[in-house]
Structure formats: C-alpha cells, structure tokens
C-alpha cells in the first residue's frame, strides 16, 4: 500500500518525512536488502561506484571470503503478512480519520480507558463464536496462558466487572490482531485499529442504543464514505424465528453463523453449511429462507412482520418487535433512521450479543468491502467475568476499510498533503540563520506551524522548492534588507502569478496578525 514519495531541495537535503527506500508491499513481493538499495537508485543518475573499489580495498579475496558472502543471510524488507506500513501522506488520512471519530466520541460525552494489548486466554475464550480461532496465542511467558486481544469489547468488559463500574461511556482505539485470511486491498488485516464507542449500565430501553447508531450515522456522514445503510436486526427475534421455524435451541448460535454468511455466499452455499455441517433439518432450513429474504425500511418492514402474525406465539420475538419499535421512533426523532434497514438476514457471529445488532456497508460507487462499522447489546458479558451483570451496547468503526476508502478518494483529487506547516521560512542572504532561528522561534511561540530548511546557508530555490513540494501555504521571505527596515516579504505559495497580493511586505510587529488573518482569509483557519 506504501509508495515511495522521495522529496529533496535542490541542495539534496531531505525533506523530514521523505522515504529514502522504497517501502514493500505489505505480505507481497519481499524485497533483498540489496534489491532495495539498488532500486532506490533509480532515477538519482548515474550509479555510484563501488566504494571498496574507489579506495582500493577491492573485492573480498580468497575461499574463506566467498564462502562467507555466500552464506550471509540477508534481511527480507517486509512486513509480516497482514500488517503494513503507511507513508507520511497515508498517514496524514489516517489521523483526520481519528480527530473526525474522536470529536464525536468526546461530543457525546465520552471518557477513555486503556487495556493491555494481550489479555489471559480464559478471558478471551468463548466469546466469539467460531471466530475464537483466529485468536492469537501467545507462549507461556511464566505461567500464565495469554493471547492478544481479538477486539476491544470483551477487555472493557473485563474491566468494567474487574473494577465494580456501574455505569461508564467509554472510548476506546488501539490496536487489535486477528488471525485471519488477510486480504490487504480490502481493508483486511490481521493488525489492525478498532474505534470502540459503549455504554455500560442500567438505562431505560433503547436510549443508549440509539444514540449509538445515531453517532455512527454522524462519523460515517462527516467521512464522507459514500453512499450506506445500516443493516439492523434484533437478536432475540432471530432466535424467536428459528425456533418458530423449528431449529433446535442448542443450534441457535450455529445456525446463526451460516446465516451470517449470507451477505457473502448465496443461499445454497448457507444452506448447505447448515443441514451437511451443522446438521439442521433440511425442511427447517427451507423455511429459514422464507425470513432471512425479509428486509426493507424500518418502519414498514415491522409494520409487515406485526400483520403478518408469525411472531405471534414468540414470546422474545414479540418483545423484540415491541423495542424496535421504540428504537425507530427514536431514531426519527435524533434523524438517523433514513440510514437504518431493517434486514432479518443480519445475524453477527459474536457470540456475546443479546439484543439489537447492526452494522453499516457501501451501497455503491466502490467494490465490496464489508462492514464499515457494526455494533450491538451485549447484557451478559461483563457478568461472565464477575457476579453482576451489567447491561451494554457500543460499536465499533472499522477504520481500515474507511481508510481505504478515503485514500483512493484522496488520490483521485491529486496530491495529499503530508504535514500541516502554514508558513515556511526562508532567507535570501548567507549568514542569517540566527535571524531565521528567531523568527521561526516567534511563529511557533504564536501557535503557527512553521518550517525551516536545516541548512546555514540554503539556496532560496532550494526552500521554495521544499515548501512547493510539501504544498506549505505560506513563505516569509527575510533578507539583510527586510533586517534592516523592519520588515519581511510574505508570499503566498498557493497565488497565480498575476495575483496583486501573491507577495506583500509586513511590518515585523504585525507579522503573526497578518498570517492569522491570510490563513482565515485562504480558509486554513476558524
């Protein structure tokens, strides 16, 4: 995913941020040391010559000296399959991305908490379902089994039963692995970042969950993702309906699991899973489709399945069609409930959901690339840990695949800028550097982003070339001249050339109100 973005001035001193070696593909296509070296050349000019050569040293001569370079191991520059590296300007989306997530988290009124990356394996074991093997286990380190954590919903519920929390709304993003078939195009990693939002605690129905889906709806609209829905259903009307239909309840959670494989393999794929693999009753799998294809918008679909009267006799299926309704009406009134569809095909594997369940997909413009956040009620789990239950529902933003959109987003723009520098300083005269040190000194004890060229003595084609590059706004031109009457020269980058005000002189005393005003004037400030 990584690509090589060398920036150099003209004097060939490099820009902070600027990759000296090109950066391998993530799990593909290892690179030799040496094979990295040699393209990192490329386009630099004429090749260097050996430098043992040039000095007289020579080859390496005799047996004993080919058979240790021959038997020398070399490095393979790669990263382990599914993880990756991100260059500066991936980086750069990458971090809006997190500020976007974080200003919603913190409007809401969120606090934070931090868990360890590896948690013991007891606590993580049988809370996901099948998917529990692609927890990764980690060798006994002093007696003590651990794996790395596989989300971060099962550590908050350790930590809320482990610390007596009654009630907390809580974020978190770090890190989490998984050891999955990694398919890296598609925002599918086995290292990767969760943004977790949840409410832990005893609230009146269906509050805190739809201010959950109303906050995700938020993110994904200030993302700009592109057209989605969120795909919502209820857990205890999924099992209501299985049992109506006439799955046995120990095959609930395996049945549930085929049924959530429908958003990737067609029916007959799912049904053959379910009567060959998990051993259910070809007929009861007949009329499991006859539900499963019922989806549509929130309203009328629950309006349909009340007429309809299948759930009728269903004790958990009638109230979970009561507290849908209850979530609608909520959700029309926070205006969110244009993104939600109701879709009784949606089951979520993880074993530890109790209630609503829900998580949101690109409709269009933009290959398949699965959920771009989910989430869900799970009122048990943090009773696993200890001997009070305590009610919680939260989601999780998948920042990967959000990323993925937005980078390919990004690039089709044109260039991303890597940094956030508003003004580069540079000076036209040698011996100045005590007085670009000073003035760049000023401009960051003012709160302004502003970069300088790391030589004594730079060229000024090479500090304007190194601004243009990294698409810096503003320049402050000084000489011995602009020393002398009091001034400095400000020059917008970003200006056309016919522009009257592309290149203005300002008194020293009113240089930071100036900049202030040109980068709200330009829209770079509030």
Request: aromatic share 8%.
């Amino acid at each position: 995913m990584s690509s090589e973005v060398p920036i150099t001035s003209q004097d060939h001193t490099p820009a902070p941020g600027a990759s000296v070696l090109p950066l391998a593909t993530p799990s593909e296509n290892p690179v030799p040391a040496a094979a990295a070296a040699s393209s990192a050349d490329k386009g630099k000019g004429k090749a260097k010559a050996n430098e043992g050569d040039a000095k007289g040293k020579g080859k390496a001569k005799g047996k004993d000296g080919d058979e240790k370079s021959k038997g020398a191991k070399r490095a393979l520059l790669k990263t382990p399959k599914g993880t990756t590296d991100y260059s500066p300007e991936e980086m750069a989306i990458r971090e809006k991305v997190f500020q976007t997530v974080i200003r919603c988290f913190k409007k809401h009124g969120a606090v934070t908490i931090e868990t360890p990356v590896f948690e013991l394996k007891e606590i993580l074991t049988g809370k996901y379902g099948e998917d529990s093997k692609l927890i990764y286990d980690l060798a006994d380190q002093g007696g003590e089994e651990c794996a790395l954590r596989y989300d971060l919903t099962v550590p908050f519920a350790r930590y809320v039963a482990a610390n007596r929390v009654l009630s907390i709304k809580r974020y978190h993003i770090a890190r989490v692995y998984r050891r999955d078939n990694p398919v890296m195009t598609k925002g599918r990693f086995r290292e990767f970042y969760q943004c977790d939002f949840d409410v832990a605690g005893e609230y009146d129905l269906m509050l805190p969950d739809s201010e959950c889906i109303k906050m995700m709806v938020e993110i994904l609209d200030e993302l700009q993702v592109g057209d989605y829905r969120i795909k919502l259903n209820h857990r205890k009307l999924l099992d209501g309906l299985f049992a109506i239909v006439g799955v046995p309840e120990d095959k609930f959670r395996a049945i549930s699991s085929a049924v959530d494989k429908l958003d990737k393999s067609p029916w007959d794929e799912v049904r053959t899973e379910m009567v060959e693999v998990k051993g259910l009753d070809p007929a009861v799998a007949d009329r499991i489709k006859t539900f499963v294809d019922i989806k549509g918008k929130p309203m009328e679909t629950l309006a349909y399945l009340k007429k309809q009267g299948t759930c009728t006799g269903n004790a958990d299926a009638t109230r979970a069609l009561d507290e849908l309704e209850v979530l609608f009406r909520y959700l029309e009134c926070l205006g969110a409930l244009h993104r939600v569809e109701l879709d009784l095909s949606l089951a979520r594997g993880l074993d530890y959901y109790t209630g609503i369940i829900y998580e949101a997909v690109i409709v269009s413009g933009i290959e398949r690339l699965g959920s771009i956040a989910a989430g869900g009620r799970y009122d048990k789990l943090v009773g696993m840990y200890g001997n009070k239950d305590i009610p919680a529902v939260g989601f999780s933003v998948g920042i990967e695949r959000v990323f993925a959109i937005l980078y390919e987003e990004a690039k089709k723009k044109g260039a991303i800028r890597e940094n956030d520098s508003e003004v580069f300083v540079t000076t036209v005269d040698k011996g100045l550097v005590l007085d670009r040190l000073k003035l760049v000194g000023e401009l960051w004890a003012a709160g302004i982003k502003a970069e300088h060229l790391y030589k004594e003595n730079p060229r000024i084609d090479a500090q304007l070339k190194y601004a243009d590059n990294f698409k810096i706004p503003l320049a402050i031109i000084v000489g011995k001249r602009e020393l002398e009457e009091g001034t400095v020269t400000l020059k917008n980058l970003s200006a056309g050339e016919s522009d009257p005000n592309k290149q203005v002189s300002v008194k020293r005393a009113d240089l930071v109100d100036t900049i202030i005003a040109k980068l709200k004037e330009m829209g770079l400030r509030k």
